[in-house]
């Protein structure tokens, strides 16, 4: 009985254990190698999704959506940077470092980050994505795409992630606030039609290791937004 409850006690502690974002980052990391996708709930505090919603809404860069034409009714702006750039991305856009710290892979060297907001007639039609094509015309998809919920109303109407290989489904998303996904870049997915008058934000991050002839060919930092003119 002794030993019973001290296990029992032990099993308290250890659920008391407060994660850290290494510690989410490394769970997801894992898993995402052996799974099409994988979640976490509630992987960052209240402050940080306040402060990553005001600065998305607030940025000076949001527009109708800069992104091809899969991405039906939506708005954003989105990204390209290197891994060694990731300071300036967190200096010009402060409230995007929680996320970056959270859910970026130290194993990969280049990045395109966009928010996708999403409201009523919105809708995502399947692609597999490989933004970057626009600076190398042959690339494989990303290793892995990461996507955190910023903003979900709880009465949305559609809205939900459905991926797929092969024409089979291998996962389906309902999304809620402060969820991380992982799924893996070759896969193809879509987001359902919002059906109803909500505003619906997410964060995706398309997460690429290129060799040294494909990293030269895609810029250090640069933003894309319909409000640039080039």
Do not use: W
């Not at 510690?23 to 509630?42: G, R, S």
């Not at 600076?135 to 990303?142: R, S």
């Amino acid at each position: 009985m002794k030993n019973n409850i001290i296990n029992q006690e032990n099993e308290i502690s250890e659920l008391e254990i407060p994660r850290t974002l290494k510690d989410i980052k490394a769970n997801l990391l894992t898993q995402i190698v052996k799974k099409f996708y994988c979640l976490e709930k509630n992987v960052l505090s209240d402050k940080s999704i306040e402060t990553l919603e005001k600065g998305i809404l607030t940025c000076k860069y949001l527009d109708t959506n800069n992104l091809n034409r899969d991405f039906i009714s939506t708005k954003g702006f989105s990204i390209v940077f290197k891994s060694k750039f990731i300071d300036k991305v967190k200096k010009e856009f402060p409230f995007f470092e929680d996320y970056i710290d959270l859910a970026l892979d130290d194993g990969c060297n280049a990045f395109y980050l966009n928010p996708l907001i999403m409201s009523n007639n919105s809708r995502v039609d399947g692609h597999i994505d490989r933004s970057l094509r626009a600076y190398l015309k042959t690339i494989d998809p990303p290793s892995y795409v990461s996507v955190l919920y910023v903003k979900v109303p709880e009465n949305i109407q559609g809205g939900e992630l459905s991926i797929s290989h092969n024409k089979k489904s291998v996962g389906f998303v309902k999304p809620s606030k402060n969820t991380l996904v992982y799924f893996q870049g070759h896969l193809n997915h879509s987001v359902s039609q919002v059906k109803n008058d909500i505003t619906r934000i997410s964060l995706v991050c398309e997460q690429y290791y290129l060799n040294e002839r494909e990293l030269e060919s895609i810029p250090d930092f640069i933003v894309e937004s319909r409000k640039l003119k080039y």
